[in-house]
C-alpha cells in the first residue's frame, strides 16, 4: 500500500453528499456487507458476550444464543467463535483526534496507539489503517500489515484545530471500511465533542452500520469534556466505550480491554427475510447462559431493490 500522506477531498467530497441528502432526504443505501460469510441474502453480525464485570466469555456455542429480528425469531445459520485463533481477518481502522486541545497528550496516545498495534495484529492477516482528524479528515497510513509503517505514521501526527469526528467516522466508514470483508473495526480516540463537521451524527452512525463496522471509543477525560455522542456511536455499532483519565497507564489499559474484547469475539449470520425496502431492521441477540449477556450492533438497513432487475 502507499503509505504517503494522503487527503480525503473532504470539500468535493460533502459537497456531494449533501446534494444527495437534499435530492433524496438520505444517503442513498446500499446493501449491508457481509462480515464473514460471503453468500448473498444473508445478515452477519459480530458481536461480544460479556459478563457482569463486562470481560469477554468464551468457549460459547451457537445454542447459547436467541436471535430476533424486528422482534422475529431466526435461525442461526452459521456461527463462528472468533477467539485469538481464529482464521478470520481483522480490519481495524484507527482515528485519533489531532484538535489543538490535544496537545498535550498526543505524545502517549501515539505510545500507547503503537502498543495496540503491535499487541493485536496479527502478521501476514490483519491490516490497520491510520486517520487523523482536527479541522480536516486525512488518511496518514493505508492499509497495511507492516507494523512500522503504523508506527512511523503516527510519529508523524502533529496538533491542529478544531474536531470534525463524525467526519471522519463517516469518511473511514463509507470510503475505507466499507467494501473489505472479515471483522470491521474502528478504534476512536479523542479528548471532545464534534465542533466542526459537515455531516451529522446520524449519517456517521448510518455509514457504520451500512458497513457492518463496530466502533470502540476511548474518550480521555479534561476538565469540560463530553463523550455523550462517542459513546452513542459505541452502543449502536456493537462496540463499547472507555472513558480514562488523561493518563498514560490509563489510555494504555482502555486499549488494552479493546484488544481482550476484539479477541473475544463471535459471528453468526441468519437468512435474510426482511422486504428489499432499504428500511432498518432492529436486532436483539440474548444468551441464554445465566449472567452473561450480549453487546451487538442494534440493527442493519435492509437492501434496496434493484431497478435494474424486475421484481
Not at 464534534?194 to 476538565?223: C, F, H, M, P, W
Amino acid at each position: 500500500m502507499n503509505a504517503a500522506r494522503y487527503s480525503f477531498c473532504l470539500g468535493c467530497m460533502l459537497l456531494m453528499i449533501a446534494a444527495t441528502v437534499a435530492t433524496n432526504g438520505a444517503v442513498t443505501a446500499q446493501a449491508p456487507q457481509t462480515t464473514i460469510r460471503t453468500e448473498v441474502g444473508l445478515v452477519n453480525i459480530v458481536f461480544t458476550a460479556i459478563d457482569k464485570n463486562d470481560r469477554p466469555v468464551p468457549g460459547l456455542k451457537a445454542d447459547d444464543f436467541q436471535l430476533f429480528d424486528n422482534k422475529q425469531p431466526q435461525k442461526i445459520e452459521y456461527f463462528s467463535d472468533l477467539s485469538k485463533g481464529s482464521e478470520v481477518p481483522l480490519t481495524i481502522a484507527f482515528l485519533i483526534d489531532t484538535s489543538g486541545s490535544v496537545k498535550d497528550k498526543l505524545d502517549y496516545e501515539k505510545t500507547t496507539a503503537a502498543e495496540f498495534f503491535k499487541d493485536i495484529l496479527r502478521p501476514k492477516k490483519d491490516l490497520a489503517l491510520i486517520i487523523q482528524f482536527d479541522s480536516d479528515v486525512n488518511l496518514v497510513q493505508d492499509f497495511t500489515q507492516n507494523y512500522n509503517s503504523l508506527v512511523n505514521a503516527l510519529d508523524s501526527l502533529k496538533a491542529g484545530n478544531s474536531t470534525s469526528l463524525y467526519d471522519a467516522v463517516y469518511l473511514a466508514a463509507e470510503e475505507k471500511l466499507k467494501q473489505e470483508t472479515g471483522r470491521k473495526v474502528m478504534v476512536v480516540i479523542t479528548d471532545g465533542d464534534d465542533n466542526s463537521s459537515k455531516v451529522r451524527k446520524e449519517e456517521a452512525i448510518e455509514a457504520a452500520q451500512r458497513s457492518d463496522v463496530l466502533i470502540y471509543g476511548i474518550g480521555v477525560q479534561t476538565e469540560d469534556s463530553s463523550f455523550r455522542v462517542l459513546k452513542k456511536f459505541a452502543e449502536e455499532t456493537g462496540g463499547a466505550f472507555f472513558s480514562p483519565r488523561a493518563k498514560p497507564g490509563e489510555v494504555r489499559a482502555a486499549f488494552r480491554s479493546i484488544g481482550e474484547d476484539i479477541q473475544g469475539q463471535y459471528s453468526l449470520a441468519y437468512g435474510l427475510n426482511a422486504r428489499k425496502d432499504g428500511s432498518f431492521h432492529a436486532l436483539d441477540i440474548r444468551c441464554t447462559v445465566r449472567g452473561v449477556r450480549v453487546r451487538a450492533r442494534k440493527g442493519y438497513y435492509a437492501p434496496k431493490p434493484d431497478p435494474t432487475k424486475p421484481e
